[in-house]
């Protein structure tokens, strides 16, 4: 047995307690437990620590990996940041339902057999619908509810895969795989669909700008970068995924630039960085592999900065759209400044933490001689500061003047903004803090002078396009369609021509019937006898009071019929 | 929101004050942003960049990649919108009933 308390175990705990506890003592809660699972965290050694069995199979739901510990790790210290952001203005049960979403990110960390990751899977997905419904609104419920469709579903065909797994090879270990066979291809797909890959990833640019301002900081970390460990872990070096992260690279951007919403543009630009660690675990080398997981790292810390400064500008403001806010650096200095440090940190600039592991997996794959890759990814870090590092502080904060004059942050929103952006740039000056946990050891110079220059000319000039593409880009009060199209209207038109076809159907068929009906009634009645309207009884065929006479002449016609046919044998 | 309020927020503020959104800070920022511009390709020329594949390695290679990568996408972007941009109310009535 293993001498400390499992480190999702603690925050699920911490969960429990936030429902039940009061004022200072929730505070307490909140505020104290990821830390308590933090410090758990780092008490996981490598390997598998705890085996229990579970019908014929060893269940392992704690096994140590450098790669495990640094997700984790980052987990726990989300859900702090999380906690402390939210906890004066989130209701209970969105925070207790947050930090049991992210215990459940905990365990998939930690999970070293198919079975307990799947189950941890589904508590993510179990809590984070809960999540998405504390937006309170039509649209959040509504949204929560195609959410929470698109997440079992992934469960089911995960399970499909598992159980495959199971069957076929009669292991249910955590262990490096690749598509090549159905079980295989299920386990991928299951997956896929959670790191938001094409073609279902509608889900998160959907739901994330539903919930509250509190819940999109929370949804914005966990899901999807589970998902990336889950790859890293079962799927390093599958070819495929170099496409679909390139595919979700530049599908992020392009939907980015045509979005309104401020949260939606933030929520497709997750799409995009996902992107780039899906190619990176795709190239699967050991440089490739630490970059996958330094940039899980750095984005979950830069995205979550920057849903806290929109969090917060739809919190004092109640909108969500480029087009009615802006001008709001006057008012929110401090929102304004963490979320340019969130938005240089997620382009890339160099001294933020989003350079220091994003070019590393840039030199993963020019080290393969991947040309095309290199190239796109480079375009795409280009089109990073466009949609999101520029984009995102310029319409919300600059642009021009809205008129509105919000207070600034509050200060447990504004003392967590302040120390994600602290970890932003501490990364970025200081990588190797870093690096001294990737899974592998890591031999990379983040700071050399060409690479610096390389990466200023392609940010500066995309800012410079930026400015000058401005009329190009006016906000309109639109949607874009995705793939959730197919469903929401093109199945739902289909689904509704089934059911008032067979509603037609059920009709006709209850005309037919009650003409049916009608007829028997009418032959019953006649032969039976009714009521009159008045309480009468109207005696019917075989009720009515016959002659004598009549009965004795049907029993004499049946005797000569017995007798002539007695005789005719 | 109250949108009188918000008008008589809009009519307060008319005169704007903002440093930041004064014209002539802008052009200010204009010149500013350049002069870091040129620099960025200048600096090329002491600190040469060791492309992974010769033509990154160009003089201003990254400014103009990272250019006309932007040129593309936007074009591009706004080339997509045309097809996919919807009103805002276009889900309405088919996800909530």
Not at chain 1, 78 to 101: H, I, N, S, V
Not at chain 1, 441 to 458: E, H, I, M, N, R
Not at chain 2, 7 to 35: C, E, Y
Request: charged residues 15%; aromatic residues 12%.
């Amino acid at each position: 047995m293993i001498d400390f308390l499992p480190p999702a175990m603690i925050l699920l705990l911490g969960a429990l307690l936030i429902g039940p506890t009061r004022g200072a003592l929730r505070t307490a809660v909140v505020l104290v437990t990821p830390l308590l699972t933090l410090a758990a965290v780092w008490q996981v050694p490598d390997g598998v620590v705890l085996t229990l069995q579970f019908l014929q199979y060893p269940i392992e739901p704690i096994e140590g990996s450098p790669v495990r510990r640094l997700f984790a790790t980052i987990f726990a210290l989300m859900a702090f940041g999380g906690g402390l952001y939210a906890y004066r203005q989130a209701r209970w049960f969105e925070l207790a339902a947050a930090y049991a979403y992210a215990a459940g990110a905990i365990g998939v960390s930690f999970a070293g057999d198919l079975i307990s990751l799947f189950l941890f899977w589904e508590l993510m997905a179990l809590f984070s619908t809960v999540v998405v419904w504390c937006g309170g609104t039509p649209g959040a419920r509504a949204a929560g509810i195609r959410y929470a469709i698109m997440h079992l579903l992934g469960g089911v065909i995960l399970k499909v895969g598992i159980e495959g797994v199971m069957v076929h090879t009669g292991s249910i270990e955590v262990r490096p795989m690749l598509a090549d066979n159905f079980d295989h291809w299920m386990i991928l797909i299951g997956i896929l669909i959670n790191a938001a890959a094409p073609p279902l990833s509608a889900w998160l640019s959907d739901a994330y700008p539903e919930s509250s301002p509190t819940g999109s900081v929370f949804l914005s970390a966990f899901t999807t970068k589970t998902a990336v460990l889950a790859l890293i872990l079962l799927f390093p070096g599958e070819p495929l995924l170099i496409g679909i992260g390139l595919f979700m690279v530049m599908y992020g951007i392009i939907y980015a630039l045509l979005e309104n919403n401020i949260r939606r543009i933030l929520a497709f630009s997750i799409v995009n960085q996902v992107g780039f660690m899906v190619c990176a675990i795709g190239i699967g080398t050991q440089m490739a592999i630490n970059g996958a997981a330094a940039h899980a790292f750095a984005h979950i810390i830069y995205k979550a900065l920057l849903f806290m400064s929109a969090g917060a500008v739809v919190y004092r403001t109640g909108l969500n759209k480029c087009s009615e806010v802006g001008g709001l650096f006057r008012t929110m200095p401090l929102t304004a400044v963490c979320g340019i440090i969130g938005a240089l940190a997620i382009s890339g600039f160099p001294l933020t933490s989003g350079f220091t592991t994003k070019t590393m997996i840039s030199q993963a794959a020019a080290n393969e001689s991947l040309v095309w890759v290199y190239f796109l990814l480079a375009a795409a870090s280009a089109g990073v500061f466009l949609h999101a590092g520029i984009k995102f502080p310029w319409f919300v904060f600059f642009q021009r003047d809205s008129g509105l004059r919000p207070k600034d942050a509050p200060w447990n929103m504004a003392v967590a903004m302040v120390l994600f952006s602290a970890l932003c740039i501490l990364f970025g000056v200081a990588p190797q803090l870093l690096y001294d946990y990737l899974p592998y050891p890591v031999d990379y110079k983040a700071y050399t002078a060409g690479k610096v220059v390389f990466y200023l000319q392609l940010l500066l000039f995309s800012g410079l396009a930026f400015f000058l593409l401005l009329p190009l880009m006016r906000r309109t009060e639109t949607i874009s369609l995705d793939t959730d199209w197919l469903w929401r209207v093109v199945a739902f038109r289909a689904a509704r021509r089934v059911t008032t076809t067979v509603a037609r159907l059920g009709l006709a068929l209850r005309e037919l019937t009650e003409l049916l009906g009608q007829k028997v009634g009418e032959r019953g009645r006649r032969l039976f006898g009714t009521r009159s309207a008045d309480g009468r009884l109207m005696p019917g065929v075989f009720a009515r009071a016959w002659p004598i006479g009549t009965t004795a002449l049907w029993i004499a016609v049946l005797l000569t019929a017995y007798v002539f046919f007695y005789y005719l044998d | 929101m109250n949108p009188n309020n918000d008008r008589d927020n809009r009519m307060k503020h008319s005169g704007d004050d903002a440093w930041l959104a004064r014209p002539s800070t802008i052009r200010l920022l204009w010149q500013v942003f350049a002069v870091v511009l040129a620099l960025s390709v200048g600096v090329q020329l002491l600190f040469p960049v060791k492309g992974y594949f010769g033509l990154d390695g160009w003089l201003g290679f990254g400014a103009v990649f990272g250019f006309l990568s932007c040129l593309a996408m936007v074009l591009f972007a706004k080339l997509l919108g045309k097809f996919l941009k919807r009103p805002e109310d276009h889900y309405r009535g088919r996800d909530d009933d």
